[in-house]
RNA sequence: CCCCUCGUAGUUCAAUGGAUAGAAUAGGGCCCUCCUAAGGCUUAGAUGUAGGUUCGAUUCCUACCGAGGGGACCA
């Protein structure tokens, strides 16, 4: 409809020109939008404030030429000139109404589009530490990342979900350690837990279960493991500690009975967050290890190509990144003096890599904190002669959690933190799963578990969720009032919805599909999640105003048929944001 | 000190540079002999401060104030 009356424009101006009342040259930039305002028509063009500079006119004298010059088209009713210079277009009832045809032809289809143009995207998000269970931080990442997923295929994008396995780092062995100490006591040796230990009770768990597998085999004696070990915190270095538990872990079990311990903490963790990912609603299609890149050497590779380019130097023992030539504020190191390649070596190689899967765009989903690190992967990019701008970088903001009014402290380490599991045990998937999607990524959300518990009718998404079900019910229950729906009949009968509120719902069913391209274009699925709460405040104002099961035959066909298109976009819609359209509640 | 994000009704959030800044909740007042009142109608309420860019700024730029997060040969 908006090309319609683009074109429409178009041909206007085209034969102003012609007729001389234009320079030929003049250039015109024509946009057309959805009105915020019934009253100002359907649609509209700002076209003629646009041109007034250009054209030495006032606005309102441009508007009226082009009105005048209109082709006629009998999809457009009416138009009016307004305020400053607007071209408001009034849209004919019959050429509203062709969407539900759409809709119903479409079905599950409807409202997805080519904007995509099977580009192939890869989405990686979440990438949590499996070194415990996700929280409710994480949650955000998940929601948002499954959410985008689902908009980008629907928007014509071949989608890859990908998470990213930090199975390499330090951290896993910290884990492996603490996992270890937690088994000796089952096996009575006991020692002072490290400070800087993983302290959660999910350790236990997974010692316990190790302990059931193996036995005995990785036991010994507290004395033998904590003798002559660097003092912990206070006193001591809980840096050095931990370390050198590590080392002795690593001593005593031997390089086989290690890995053994290593894979029972990675291995359990990162299981149970992809049940726990899975419960949520999000999946992925690829989990890629850490560990993968250092076995088949493509860190080394990466620095390699750094070198080949000259963007590599040494100096203390190191080897250094000049980062500092793509923007970033200082050089980085890529491999320290000790030998070891870092973290951001890893990164390096990891990004090299998913560009070499001949990805057209890669999006990265991070959480704030990382924002510092956008310059440097992208420098690292760039200086291996990658196109920087093909990697989209979406941070998400931390949810600030609240009991009440007191703000909820949040640490894996030590433990205290409330994990998404509780969260949708408490809450439950739908509502949270909305919930975090509901705003943009920039904005900084407060997350006030109380409220989301104590009363689930504030939350919007059973509001959207009920209008599915009325309209579920409604149909399932024509048969108790000996009532039929034909839905052929329905379409044959579409000039008999003529109430504002019947127009009005079929306008917004018509917006469905710009929604679902807007939001993809954006990387926005908030949009939607906004979309279907106007679509479902325009249902219910719709069912309180008229009834449907009616005994005009035609009127009631033509009202089911509406109704059904209506939960037909409500369903589409929850499902790209991965939440229930129950047909009943 | 430097960098990033955000400041909108009492509260939680919207608003491709466009017309009278929208919802939801909380507050006033109404609507179930009627397809699900988890609903509808109605009323009241907001752009942190100061400049700039232009026909027009919540949106873009600068400074300041406030909130959150970064600034390792940690991951």
Redesign the pocket.
Known sequence: MKQLVVSLIEQSIATLKQSGAFDTDLQANI?V?N???K??GDL?S?VA??LA?AARRNPREIAQMICDHLPAATEVSKTEI???G?I?FFISQDATATVLNSILELGDQYGQCQVGADQHVQIEFVSA?PTGPLHVGHGRGAAYGASLGNLLSAAGYKVQREYYV?D????MNILAASVWLRYLALEGETMPFPSNGYQGEYVKDIATALHKRVGSNLKHSAAEVSKDLPADAPEGDKEAHIDAIIDRAQQLLGDENYQLLFAAGLDSIRDDIKDDLADFNVTFDNWFSERSLSQEDQIERAIKKLQDNDHIYE????LWFRSTAFGD?KD??VK???G?T??FASDIAYHLNKFERGFDTVINIWG??H??YITRVKAALTAMGLDAERLVVK?V??AILYRGEERVPMSTRSGSFVTLRELRDEVGKDASRFFYV???T?????FDLELAKSD???N?V??IQ?AH??I???LA?LAVEDMTWDQTQGLANLQLLSETAEIDLMQQLALYPEVIASAALAYEP??VA?YL?DLA?NF??Y???????IDDAALRNARLTLSSATRQVLANGLQLLGVAAPE??
């Open positions: 946009q939008e009105t915020r305002d009253q100002h509209a700002n404030l646009t500079k307004a305020g400053p607007f408001n530490n930090n390499a780092g330090r951290q100096q203390d023992g190191a504020d980085r190191v320290r003096d000790n070891q870092t973290y704030a904190d924002h510092g941070l903001q931390f509901t705003r943009k920039e904005q900084h959300m407060d689930s009718k504030d919007p059973y509001y009920y079900a009325r579920c019910t409604i229950k908030h949009q906004h709460r405040g219910h104002t069912y309180n105003a008229h009834r449907m099961k009943r509640m």
